[in-house]
């Protein structure tokens, strides 16, 4: 009987999403100011910023491997991290002040690029 239980609780684990589902939101309008903005400041059309099915799909399991790579707090830091940088991408005046927005998030969030976003990027298709 106890392994019985054992099982159906792995089971039952196992197909509950990780809650880093409940953070796909906040990075989804974070991530789409800062894309408007770059957007504009390169004058093209901000509505390309919104997100496809698609992007969402590879942006939520992105955000799902960093909780299971690092866990909760690195995911919610991350997000506050996003949210930060799209109040500062308001400033930017250049596209090429995108990059280093980029860079500050990431370090920001304590994520290396070889560490932490090349494995995500390899595995969803899509980087933080």
């Known amino acids: 009987m106890g392994k019985l ?7 039952c684990l196992a197909t509950q999403p990780l809650r880093a589902d409940d953070l796909l939101p906040r990075l ?3 991530q789409g100011a800062i894309d408007a903005r770059m957007l504009t400041v390169m004058g093209a059309d901000p509505a390309g910023a919104r997100w496809s099915a698609a992007r969402r799909a590879a942006s939520g399991c ?7 790579m690092k866990g909760r707090a690195a995911a919610e830091t991350y997000v506050r991290a ?9 400033r930017l005046r ?8 980029a860079a500050r998030i990431h370090a ?11 494995p995500i990027t390899r595995a969803c298709g899509v980087g933080l």
């Open 62 to 68: 992105a955000l799902r491997e960093l909780e299971r």
């Open 5 to 11: 239980a054992l099982c159906v609780a792995v089971v």
């Open 82 to 90: 996003v949210e930060n940088g799209a109040a500062k991408a308001a």
């Open 108 to 118: 920001a969030a304590g994520l290396r690029l070889q560490r932490d976003i090349v």
């Open 94 to 101: 250049a596209a090429a002040d995108f990059g280093g927005l």
């Open 28 to 30: 989804e309008a974070a």
